[in-house]
């Protein structure tokens, strides 16, 4: 079975810049969750898929973020303008069914923002 | 509001002695508890769920509702235990996971 696999694994850009993260979860997934780690902070939420619909976006941190599930496959998580507190690590995860049973985490990808 | 601490950044043992990673957390209702674990260069990934009740590569933890508490233990730890150890709540059971700040886990020879 495939993981959870997101790309890039790093991108760099400048403040400013617009960067796209996608992540593709594990087939059959209908639950996509992202989440991200700055620097020296906890691992927070950021939202949460079911098929193509935002369940909870509670912890998108402002409008620059638009996260989009076309199709209720891959995810995109777009920053425009990016800034440079959005730096960190961006984490996609999926799972067949949301609550008890936990997550399969991505790799990752890390975002830096000069 | 719900809170997940894990009061160690650092926890540094010797292998073959017995390890506790702490995790507290603030909730009122019945919490699904979790502890997740990151080796070097791998991606985060489920170690044990409190509802399992199992025990994962010698880790146990006990869900400890009068003292908040989901300490993950192991009784001798081994070189290869060192990581970065999250425990995370799910409170609603929706899938929404509140993390805390992480423990680093070093095991020296």
């Known amino acids: 079975e495939a993981g959870v696999t997101q790309f890039p694994s790093h991108s760099v850009i400048e403040k400013g810049q617009t960067v796209t993260l996608r992540c593709d979860p594990i087939s059959g997934h209908d639950n996509l969750y992202w989440y991200r780690r700055v620097m020296g902070k906890e691992i927070k939420f950021l939202l949460h898929?079911?098929?193509?619909?935002?369940?909870?976006e509670s912890g998108m941190p402002n409008n620059r973020f638009l996260a989009e599930r076309t199709g209720g496959t891959y995810s995109t998580l777009k920053v425009q303008p990016a800034e440079l507190e959005d730096s960190g690590v961006y984490f996609c995860?999926?799972?067949?069914?949301?609550?008890?049973?936990?997550?399969?985490f991505g790799s990752g990808t890390r975002l830096t923002v000069v | 509001a719900q809170r997940v601490t894990q009061p160690e950044k650092l926890l540094s043992v010797f292998k073959g002695a017995p390890v506790e990673l702490k995790c507290n957390y603030s909730y009122s209702g019945s919490p699904e508890l979790f502890w997740y674990v990151q080796y070097s260069r791998q991606r985060l990934q489920l170690l044990l769920r409190?509802?399992s009740r199992e025990s994962i590569k010698g880790f146990t933890a006990d869900l400890n509702k009068g003292e908040t508490s989901f300490h993950l233990k192991k009784p001798f730890a081994q070189e290869e235990d060192s990581a970065m150890y999250y425990c995370?709540?799910?409170?609603?059971?929706?899938?929404?996971?509140?993390f805390g700040q992480g423990t680093e886990l070093s095991v020296k020879p």
């Open positions: 995860a999926s799972s067949q069914e949301a609550g008890t049973y936990g997550y399969t």
């Open positions: 409190h509802i």
């Open positions: 898929f079911v098929k193509e619909s935002k369940q909870d």
């Open positions: 995370a709540l799910d409170y609603n059971q929706g899938g929404k996971l509140i």
